[in-house]
């Protein structure tokens, strides 16, 4: 049985998570905001819109001045019915997309390689998950005629969704952290450091 809110009938369950995740703070490199919620893939929606931008201490090591490593979108889903295909009643989902060096964006694993980013944010975080899928893309971007002079880019794209297994709202915050790791990790940046937290609050 589903229990729901007496104020707006949204379902408690749904309510808790989308609680926590509505604690997300910025960080020094990480700007996180509200965004719109698809309304087609599940009965109930939130997302969270992320960009990593650099900072003077990124701008001294490197000495470039991009000001937007890389941004991304998380939206959890929530579905009392459970699908079949999705494990659970909650489901994650995610893009990120980023602008890479040419010589990682040739590399010929660079799929394999983004995507073992991803299992491995989850696992540090200690998440447990299920049915994940996902797909890399890689985006190359030629300029030609009055253009001709912008140098060609390359972008990773990478969308990914899994099953959250939750017993308790706060555990949503560990998917959220190993996202925002992930997110950085895209960007050529170190997650964030031991003890720091995206989430105030989160239980280990």
Request: hydrophobic fraction near 40%.
């Amino acid at each position: 049985m589903v229990s729901t809110s007496p104020l707006n009938r949204i379902p408690a369950e749904f309510t808790a998570v989308t609680s926590v995740l509505r604690e997300a703070r910025n960080t020094n490199n990480v700007s996180i905001s509200e965004i719109p919620a698809p309304a087609r893939l599940a009965p109930y929606s939130y997302a969270l819109g992320a960009e990593v931008k650099t900072d003077e201490t990124f701008l001294q090591a490197t000495g470039e001045s991009i000001e937007e490593l890389a941004t991304g979108r998380i939206v959890v889903l929530y579905d009392p019915s459970a699908p079949e295909e999705w494990e659970g009643q909650f489901r994650v989902v995610s893009y990120i997309r980023a602008e890479l060096e040419h010589e990682l964006g040739n590399e010929a694993m660079l799929g394999h390689v983004a995507w073992t980013w991803l299992e491995e944010a989850l696992e540090a975080n200690d998440c447990e998950l299920a049915a994940a899928g996902g797909t890399t893309t890689r985006v190359l971007s030629e300029s030609f005629g009055t253009l001709a002079s912008r140098p060609a880019t390359i972008d990773l794209e990478l969308r990914a969704s899994w099953t959250p297994v939750i017993t308790e709202p706060e555990q949503i915050g560990d998917h959220f952290e190993a996202w925002i790791d992930l997110l950085c990790t895209v960007a050529g940046l170190p997650p964030l450091p031991e003890g720091v937290s995206a989430l105030p609050g989160r239980r280990r």
